[in-house]
């Protein structure tokens, strides 16, 4: 079955920036989606066909494509951003979606 | 304002069929994706299925044999059926919107409030 893989946890001080990757084989032909979770909460996202930002989301969230790898980028991190982010896309025939296994970013 | 109101049983015995409904309401039902995706206690999210425009089906690879998921436009209504539950099942469900889908994939933009449905053995 078809995977995307990222970093299960990723760390940075408040101002700095965090970058957290995704993996995929099929990433190269389906649009990948960000979503952030905050505890007890329902998904949001933040990111929506690989560089999109959704109305409302601030402009420090940005995502990237780059071959079999997406990139989503918060610059300026605030102590808000911390939670777990999920990248989400399709199987290389488009028959059913995947979600990452999820990666924590926690601001120190 | 689009909101989704999901319920159900939360308490379900190993072998019983799940059954969880997701109510639409502030927005239309017609033209959507809407996809049920679960998460096990400390874990991951997990696509389990969506119902596209068109009324056809996908479901995740692992699930398909045992998932059902329908739709009642006439009530803007969603439902997904999960037969034959084991412990492995116990997760927050929650039921999603689709919109701005492109490339076999939507923006999961709007989100029911999850329910937790716990299979005891």
């Given at each position: 079955?078809?995977?995307?893989?990222q970093?299960?946890?990723?760390?940075?001080?408040?101002?700095?920036?965090?970058?957290?990757?995704?993996?995929?084989?099929?990433?190269?032909?389906?649009?990948?989606?960000?979503?952030?979770?905050?505890?007890?909460?329902?998904?949001?996202?933040?990111?929506?066909?690989?560089?999109?930002?959704?109305?409302?989301?601030?402009?420090?969230?940005?995502?990237?494509?780059?071959?079999?790898?997406v990139t989503?980028?918060?610059?300026?991190?605030?102590?808000?951003?911390?939670?777990?982010?999920?990248?989400?896309?399709?199987?290389?025939?488009?028959?059913?979606?995947?979600?990452?296994?999820?990666?924590?970013?926690?601001?120190? | 304002?689009?909101?989704?109101?999901?319920?159900?049983?939360?308490?379900?015995?190993?072998?019983?069929?799940?059954?969880?409904?997701?109510?639409?309401?502030?927005?239309?039902?017609?033209?959507?994706?809407?996809?049920?995706?679960?998460?096990?206690?400390?874990?991951?999210?997990?696509?389990?299925?969506?119902?596209?425009?068109?009324?056809?089906?996908?479901?995740?690879?692992?699930?398909?044999?045992?998932?059902t998921?329908?739709?009642?436009?006439?009530?803007?209504?969603?439902?997904?059926?999960?037969?034959?539950?084991?412990?492995?099942?116990?997760?927050?469900?929650?039921?999603?919107?689709?919109?701005?889908?492109?490339?076999?994939?939507?923006?999961?933009?709007?989100?029911?409030?999850?329910?937790?449905?716990?299979?005891?053995?």
């Open positions: 079955s078809y995977e995307l893989t970093p299960p946890s990723v760390s940075v001080s408040p101002g700095q920036t965090a970058r957290i990757t995704c993996s995929g084989d099929a990433l190269p032909k389906q649009y990948a989606y960000w979503y952030q979770q905050k505890p007890g909460q329902a998904p949001v996202v933040v990111i929506y066909e690989d560089s999109e930002r959704p109305s409302g989301i601030p402009e420090r969230f940005s995502g990237s494509s780059s071959g079999t790898t989503l980028t918060i610059s300026g991190v605030q102590a808000e951003d911390e939670a777990d982010y999920y990248c989400q896309s399709a199987d290389s025939s488009g028959t059913y979606r995947v979600f990452g296994g999820g990666t924590k970013l926690t601001v120190l | 304002q689009v909101q989704l109101q999901q319920w159900g049983a939360g308490l379900l015995r190993a072998s019983e069929t799940l059954s969880l409904n997701c109510a639409v309401y502030g927005g239309s039902f017609s033209g959507y994706y809407w996809s049920w995706i679960r998460q096990p206690p400390g874990k991951g999210l997990e696509w389990i299925g969506e119902i596209i425009p068109s009324g056809s089906t996908n479901y995740n690879p692992s699930l398909k044999s045992r998932v998921i329908s739709a009642d436009t006439s009530k803007n209504q969603l439902s997904l059926k999960l037969s034959s539950v084991t412990a492995a099942d116990t997760a927050v469900y929650y039921c999603a919107r689709g919109d701005l889908c492109s490339r076999n994939s939507c923006q999961l933009d709007h989100w029911g409030q999850g329910t937790l449905v716990t299979v005891s053995s």
